[in-house]
């Protein structure tokens, strides 16, 4: 998949343009730290606050109109006009840069937040259009590592630069460059037809504001998207506060900075890939609590391995940082709490991708772009009043953190009936035990599928619910006679799709009618069948039951989950 051309080019194109944003924008933010400034019109801090909000900001004005053009156009083609305007503003830049002309390069700063903002939506639409559901995992664990170590490299490339004898120069040529192969690249992406025939309407605030309402109407989409915008605001958070962490906590100087992010920007990239390993090429919604634990406990750790402040007068370097044994274990610590995000993001932009509509699944991630900007504004907003007002210490606020997200992994588990259900057919599929799928016609890829079976136990139920790559629901009455506790109970409880209702009231059971659009799939028993057929005339019916194989060999008990056509069963 990697080395194809449906993934390469984009891959590459996305990668050049993460690398480039944070380069320009952070030796933007160098020049004025560094530099004499004296022409500035404002303060320097008021400087490099404004260009942080002024790169975000488009991210809340144009996300939503960013999310209807890419459902509506060619997708490889908006890529290429978004890569041109890309290097057309770097054009300009080469010349503002040499000149000192700051508040220009703070305006060009804007026009690349706009950009990144329309980039955004047809960034992760695309790859349910160009993957097997097989490989979407793969494919979104090779978009976030790329992405975090771009973040990473702009970071130390801008510092490196600026640095340098020849800052300017190098800085105009660097970015240029890098924008010119991400044009050059983008040229290489095969044309990817729209699905929406919605004409796109440009709005700020009605378009927001239809979009994240849109949003809401897939509860799981929704919140899945509030679970993406936690984990950014927890992620900027400690992407924020790293220097004063490395120079007031830990005594030491910025190399050391370089490596507090190289740790956690190399650990998401790590945990994506033990998310694809763990996923077994298919969508598992049950991974993600995992690397929120990650993120709770090893950030609850880390606040008990700071070491006690040295007496040197002189703080760490690199290499006196890295020497000392003291530090090893907040260092893994911090690569733990990067593994963990990638671990618990992956898995939730898998889920918005196979769980959006055709021709809607870029208005999805536009929303979530909203949020995610919204929740990394109220990061800093709280960062600020627990450090100034409250006058907590950092380290204080990265234990706030890792509670909060014990809180919140409660939260989920509480409030979303699929994460929990998730969490237990995955137990029971990829731990508990050896499952097979035996399906000849591949009938658990299609959609809109009425499942008959009978006799279910709930390691059965549990085992049908991971099988299918669309949404499972269960017709109610299934679960009546089974001896489950009160918590999945109610999570099943949930989801169950009452038939009877379905008939009477055109597709409004016990679930919303979201739910149910999402080419879902049905599970009824045998009674329940010409109810269920009669209701949803389109849904194609196949027989499905679970058979336990014992091997000599094989002392652990092997299930095979049988598919097959209703009329062969």
Known sequence: MIFSRRFLPYFVTQCLGALNDNVFKNVLLLLVAYSQVDELPIDVNLFVNLAAGLFILPFLLFSAHAGQVADYVDKALLIRRLKLLELGIMSVAIFAIVSHSYLIMLLLLFLMGVQSAYFGPVKYSLLPRVLDNSELVSGNAWVEMGTFLAILAGTISAGLIVASNNAASLAAASVFILALIGAFASWFIPSIPAHSTQKPHFSIVAATLASIKKARRTPGIWIAILAISWFWFVGATYLTQFPNFARVTLHADPTVVSLLLLLFSVGIAVGSFVCERLSCRQVELGIMPLGLAL???????????????????????????????????????????????????????????????????????????????????????????????????????????????????????????????????????????????????????????????????????????????????????????????????????????????????????????????????????????????????????????????????????????????????
């Open 295 to 569: 993120l709770a406990g090893f950030g609850i750790d880390l606040y008990f391995s700071i070491p006690a402040k040295p007496e040197l007068a002189a703080l760490y370097n690199l290499q006196g940082f890295i020497g000392a044994a003291s530090h090893y274990r907040l260092m893994l610590d911090l690569f733990m709490i990067g593994v963990g995000g990638g671990l618990f993001i992956v898995p939730l932009y898998t889920y918005i991708q196979a769980r959006a509509k055709d021709g809607e699944c870029a208005q999805a991630i536009a929303s979530n772009n909203i949020i995610n900007a919204l929740f990394m504004v109220t990061s800093a907003i709280f960062a600020m009043l627990i450090l100034n007002v409250f006058q907590w210490q950092i380290e204080q606020l990265f234990l706030l953190l890792a509670a909060a997200n014990v809180l919140v992994l409660f939260g989920l588990l509480l409030g979303w009936p699929e994460l929990l259900l998730s969490i237990s057919s995955y137990y029971h599929r990829r731990v508990k035990y050896k499952v097979s799928l035996d399906d000849p016609s591949a009938l658990h890829k299609q959609a809109e599928l009425l499942v008959v079976s009978d006799n279910l136990s709930w390691r059965d139920m549990m085992l049908l619910y991971g099988s299918f790559t669309h949404p499972v629901h269960f017709a109610d009455g299934m679960a009546q006679s089974l001896s489950i506790n009160r918590l999945y109970r109610r999570a099943l409880s949930r989801t169950l799709l009452g038939i009877s209702n379905l008939i009477n009231d055109n597709r409004t059971a016990n679930i919303a009618i979201a739910e149910l659009d999402v080419d879902s799939v049905i599970c009824v028993s045998a009674t329940q069948l010409k109810q269920a057929q009669a209701a949803l005339k389109d849904y194609t019916c196949v027989a499905a039951k679970v058979i336990e194989v014992t091997a000599k060999d094989d002392a652990a008990k092997r299930l095979v989950v049988e598919i097959r056509p209703l009329t062969a069963a």
